[in-house]
Nanobody, 123 residues
Framework: VQVVESGGGLVQAGGSLTLSCTVS????????IGWFRQAPGKEREFAAA????????YYTDSVKGRFTISRDNAKNTVYLQMSSLKPEDTAVYYC?????????????????WGQGTQVTVSS
């Protein structure tokens, strides 16, 4: 399974950015997808996840109401729309694929990871 993120960049506080995650090498419909992030000097943390069909979504409290995760199974792509961005959202964002919907907030449930994309929010 190959996972590739794109869409990171520099944005001002209050702005918006959309990340994309494209997965290949596996039946995309069978995978749940998660987004994690790692800020400088901090551990990687869960941000959002979406089930195989897209019917269930999960968010960490700090991004609820600001981030939206969605998927287009025809394009093998998951999107993370981020709005009302804050400087504390600055991090490397990683996309990961999991074979089930169990424990999607736990990074150990994911089998394949992308290289990450940098998101920087200036104040």
């Amino acid at each position: 399974v190959q996972v590739v993120e794109s869409g990171g960049g520099l944005v001002q506080a209050g702005g918006s950015l959309t990340l994309s995650c494209t997965v290949s090498g596996f039946t995309f419909d069978d995978l749940s997808i998660g987004w994690f992030r790692q800020a400088p000097g901090k551990e990687r943390e869960f941000a959002a996840a979406i089930s195989q069909s897209g019917g269930r979504t999960y968010y960490t409290d700090s991004v609820k109401g600001r981030f939206t995760i969605s998927r287009d199974n025809a394009k093998n792509t998951v999107y993370l729309q981020m709005s009302s961005l804050k400087p504390e959202d600055t991090a490397v964002y990683y996309c990961a694929a999991a074979p089930s919907v169990a424990g999607l907030q736990d990074s150990a449930q994911y089998d394949a990871w992308g290289q990450g994309t940098q998101v920087t929010v200036s104040s």
